[in-house]
């Protein structure tokens, strides 16, 4: 798929992944378009970036929103509690993209695979359980589906748990980590802090379907983005903060108490599998296949602490 700075790419969703997928094209000189319900994002445009708001589960809007489109990202993000909508936004997204010429790049977790033992590699079957799982795979499905059928090309891209500049309570790595942290406060976690865990860069994440977006050779497939080597949470918070850095550990009947007052806490408690054993993405082959490296850990925590640092700051302003 040959590339032009002037071609149109829309990202659906202007939450972290969708921002830094802006990023990433801004930084490539592309023209970018934003969809979110409210038409309004936090940052400086540009004569290249507009922003729209609408429904993306609405066939009509997301055939204008992406009208003209070279590429169309789905970085659609929401509450736990509302994650029975995600079928219905795929199939807008699938309808615009379809309807543009466009090819869809959605940007994925690995919930669909379930419990896995040993490393998480692109064709394990995806036979999860969990009701968030299971949505996860129904849209994958209704994506690839829809390729197949020759409606739309597409390709996924998958990554683990997100950090990174403007990732906040939507990450176990996020503010219960860096925000507790910069305020003295032990890291809360949950499951083992013990056990392996890859991390995903959200700026890695948003590169790799930037390339997905561009790069001949992808559709049909599903991709795990460039995540740097698993690591224990207990050194994760250790190499923000220190060896003295104290982490706190939530067990389970915490978590399932704390989930009768908050529906958010309760959707997490069939996920905590993730945390309790060691959970570890393999990404090689989309590392060997476009010649890239994840973002070294001390480079992307360091830039992640720098920006809670700004954040508290700006806040007490």
């Known amino acids: 798929m040959a590339s032009s700075a002037r071609e149109l790419h829309v990202i659906f969703g202007t939450g972290p992944l969708g921002l830094a997928v802006m990023r990433e094209l801004r930084s490539q000189s592309r023209r970018v378009r934003l969809i979110n319900r409210s038409g309004r994002v936090a940052f400086e445009k540009d004569q290249d970036t507009d922003v729209r708001g609408g ?33 219905s936004i795929a199939r807008g997204i699938i309808e615009g993209a379809a309807s543009a010429g466009a090819r869809l790049v959605y940007g994925d977790n690995v919930y669909a695979y379930g419990p896995v033992r040993g490393p998480l590699r692109e064709g394990l079957p995806e036979t999860a359980t969990t009701i968030k799982g299971r949505i996860r795979a129904e849209v994958a499905r209704l994506i690839l589906g829809a390729h197949a059928a020759g409606g739309v090309q597409a390709a996924i891209g ?28 032990p890291a809360q976690v949950v499951g083992n802090p013990d056990k392996l865990h890859s991390y995903t860069f959200i700026d890695d994440f948003g590169r790799a379907l930037a390339t997905l977006g561009q790069r001949e050779g992808v559709v049909g497939q599903i991709w795990h ?43 997490l408690k069939e996920m905590l599998y993730e945390f309790e054993e060691d959970f570890v993405l393999d990404s090689s082959r989309f590392e060997l296949s476009f010649g890239v490296k994840p973002t070294p850990l001390e480079q992307s925590l360091r830039a992640t602490l720098d920006w809670y640092r700004a954040r508290s700051a700006s806040l007490r302003r």
């Open 158 to 185: 998958r990554a683990s748990d997100f950090f990174g500049p403007g990732v906040t309570d939507s990450s176990m790595l996020g503010t219960h980590v860096f925000g507790r942290l910069i305020a003295g406060k």
């Open 55 to 87: 429904d993306a589960s609405d066939p009509k809007l997301t055939r204008e929103a992406c009208e003209g489109a070279s590429a169309v990202y789905h970085c659609v993000g929401l509450p736990y509690p509302q994650w029975a909508a995600f079928p």
């Open 225 to 267: 983005v460039p995540t740097a080597p698993a690591r224990t949470t207990r050194e994760m918070v250790a190499l923000i903060a220190g060896k003295s850095a104290k982490v706190s550990a939530l067990p389970r009947w915490m978590v399932s108490m704390a989930g009768l007052f908050d529906a958010q806490v309760r959707e």
